[in-house]
């Protein structure tokens, strides 16, 4: 139910007509104008208090991380429903979803020349495991793909390690990881073609305290599947010194890894049933599952619980809007996509209904805004100029910024049948410190910071279900 | 030999006279003016090239970590002594001492409630271990001593985990180091009185991944030796969450830690012998122990080759001073100080000709300056006063600053004898991130910072051993 206020401003908008989207002036008042007292409302009330980070903390502490397969991701799976069902949410349930199960079993890197050490490693996701008596073998450092061409047949029966820096975080830039992750995803496939026994990636991270992060990895269409792991930035480094000055490194590698048959696992969906057009739907959530190390704390906890808040905010503060806001959490995002791909799937009857799909999958440090994407352009360029006037009500948090690009991997299904996708950003400055590492815990996560992402998330998803127009369609119904 | 330039300077302040100590006038000449050309000299062949940061990697990367009575630090001192014999440094000996011989063993903290997890930890060097089959018990958090005796007899049978986090660096406070290391030095013998059967320290750090930090601990007079770990900050938060959530946290704790029989090990002494009072001597060092962990980079490979580099700067220039530098690298700093207390008590009768004993034990960042520290407060005086005076030499690296108080655990056993003791000082931003733990690696010490280093200590030590005047003495011979 909205109140009174509400529906005076949403009335006036619709008195003066088609409104001339994006621009605020007396004579066509914007999507901001009719919306700066609603959005006040939820910004002052969830940041006066919610529950979002009680219910990261059962997710974090209670359950902690929770791969594809595991029984903490059934727990999790479980825990979600539980606690939208809790809130009084509508139609909660879990969308039955086949994922890979890989299991990384017990694994250890050591180095045997030139001294016995151990070396900090985390298999990567998908891969092999080695015999039993381990991998031993020297070692040959490479900076990327050119330079493992440039070795020849001198990379076979070695193991090869890309020990490619990834750069550190740049404001205007962002960080490196699009520019280094390719190795993890890839070398192994790459080594494997050249003959090597094993594939070692430097972790993806730009700051470490020997902090391996593992990830996906795929084989494509290796003839031969070699394992692969992650080691941490120092060790990479040692044995590039090493190489270096010309002494041998050879290392033993042990992984118990393996894949077993696929599991059963869940997207969980839960609503906010709109009040006049509930068949409209405005998707809001992040990925459930996480990698088996840390807690999966911004990757990707607070993206789950920053959307089930959302709407536990508005169910709270009796703002009903005319469309569904239905959260998503979305299951194997990880390794596999098979979350995302069942719900595009699942669901594709009702895409053209879908408003918009929102993901948070950057983790949940200060927000800034957003990211938007469409298949369409005209739309997008609609779209784009919509939000812009949105955020201008998000200043007092500081997240008024809108970008054109890729808006998330659990949306992205979505994106051939026109939705709207969007993507909730925040500051990047540590993300890839955290990410994929025992180091991705809750006390990473601010939560003044995490409250702001829920008070962003849930006047954002607020406006798109309730405002006259449809986002990205000009003027008003 | 010293060039004829710097014989001249030098005549220059025999001819004026006694000089006015640490002022610069026309009338007497500082010994900043009599040393400058000697010092610009010192800098520039520094920083233009030295073997330093190579010797580093030799010792990190080729022999790694060395805790007092393992092979590696044997191996260590070795180094050390072969690398000042090939440098063409005189008197090069190893001189033996005894230390305690800890060893670590297998060990781990695993949380079985709430729910099964492993817990980021490192037993504290000097711990009892646990029986085979473990300790498992509940635990009980506190903050400090207080909240341990507020607990009564709620401690019995329990862990004890002190989590009192370590404050952040502040440019003015410097660490909260010193405000919180106690737990891990007294914390299981408090523990152990209120009739608790393990105690667990939060790490003494203001940053980590996931990175739990070794170091020191005692029992004291405790009738009961329980084992004492230290664990992750992310941990000791998690444990924390969870007791004032009321969730009941149980762990299992197995440590195979043991001492062992007292181990033969040595401190590594190297000298430049003065030209005209050779027995005078001005000391300068590290230690070349570390913990069992990472690679004792800043802890304290720095300031052993930081030393080692100086005399060697300094011969290949051939400016021999007129009195004697001394690189002392004791053992055992870390868990017993067995080398320190040797080298006082061994070298007794020299110490009234110790014209200074330099450490550098606070890691390889960008040198700011100096402690100084004397038991007598009027040669203290004189002391500053001059080496603020020359450190004005050290402007361009930025390291002119001087200060008095505690001035290193190695020199400390000296002070009774009246030695002037000096601490080498670096900006301490970063030291404790890494200190006692698996990050502290050579990729952590700047390459740029660590020649600053090497010329700051050779720029000083050769003018203590080389000017007229005894440091702390006022007035020229």
Redesign the interface.
């Known amino acids: 139910m909205r109140t009174i206020t509400q529906l005076a401003v949403v009335g006036l908008v619709a008195v003066v007509g088609p409104a001339v989207v994006g621009q605020s002036s007396p004579e066509a008042p914007s999507i901001a104008d009719a919306y700066r007292n609603a959005a006040e409302r939820i910004i002052q009330a969830t940041l006066a208090g919610n529950d979002g980070y009680t219910k990261l903390?059962e997710l974090c502490?209670?359950?902690?991380h929770r791969l594809s397969g595991s029984p903490q991701l059934d727990q999790a799976i479980h825990w979600a429903a539980d606690a939208m069902r809790a809130d009084g949410q509508e139609n909660v349930r879990i969308e039955k979803v086949m994922v890979p199960h890989w299991v990384r079993g017990k694994e250890s890197l050591t180095m045997t020349e030139?001294?016995r050490?151990p070396i900090?490693m985390l298999g990567l996701g998908g891969s092999v495991g080695t015999p039993p008596e381990g991998i031993t073998a020297a070692v040959v450092v490479v900076r990327n793909e050119d330079e493992l061409e440039a070795l020849g047949e001198d990379a076979r029966g070695k193991i090869v390690l890309f020990n490619n820096p990834m750069p550190t975080y740049d404001p205007e830039r962002g960080s490196g990881y699009g520019t280094t992750v390719r190795f993890r995803s890839n070398g192994a496939r790459l080594a494997s073609e050249k003959g090597a026994v094993a594939c070692l990636v430097r972790s993806v991270t730009a700051?470490?305290?020997?902090?391996p992060h593992t990830g996906a990895m795929r084989y494509g269409d290796a003839k031969v599947k070699i394992p692969a792991a992650a080691v941490s930035?120092?060790d990479a480094?040692?044995i590039a010194?090493?190489q270096a000055?010309g002494?041998p490194v050879v290392v033993t590698l042990n992984m118990e890894a393996q894949t077993l048959d696929p599991a059963v696992s869940g997207n969980v969906i839960g609503e906010l049933r709109g009040s006049t057009n509930p068949d409209e739907i405005v998707v809001i959530g992040g990925h459930i599952d996480s990698w088996d190390v840390?807690q999966g704390a911004h990757d990707d906890g607070t993206g789950c619980v920053m959307a089930m808040e959302a709407i536990n905010v508005l169910r709270r503060l009796n703002m009903i809007p005319r469309r569904t806001i239905r959260v998503v959490l979305w299951t194997n995002e990880e390794n596999g996509l098979a979350g995302a791909r069942q719900y595009a799937k699942e669901h594709a009857d009702e895409l053209a209904n879908h408003v918009a799909a929102i993901e948070s999958d950057s983790g949940g440090f200060r927000p800034v805004g957003y990211s938007v994407d469409c298949a369409d352009e005209t739309r997008l360029g609609i779209a784009a100029e919509q939000l812009r006037d949105i955020m201008s009500l998000l200043e007092s948090i500081g997240a008024t910024d809108v970008e054109t690009g890729f808006s998330g991997a659990d949306v992205g299904p979505m994106k051939d049948s026109g939705v709207i996708l969007m993507g909730h950003r925040v500051e990047g400055l540590k993300y890839f410190?955290?990410h994929h590492?025992?180091?991705d815990?809750?006390?990473k996560v601010d939560p003044q910071e995490f409250s702001q992402n829920v008070a962003v998330m849930a006047t954002v998803a607020y406006i798109l279900a309730d405002m006259p127009q449809r986002l990205g369609e000009a003027g008003s119904p």
Chains 1, 2 share one sequence.
């Open positions: 903390e502490d209670g359950i902690g030139p001294r050490a900090a700051h470490s305290l020997r902090s930035t120092e480094a040692m010194r090493l000055r002494v840390g410190n955290y590492s025992q180091a815990t809750l006390d």
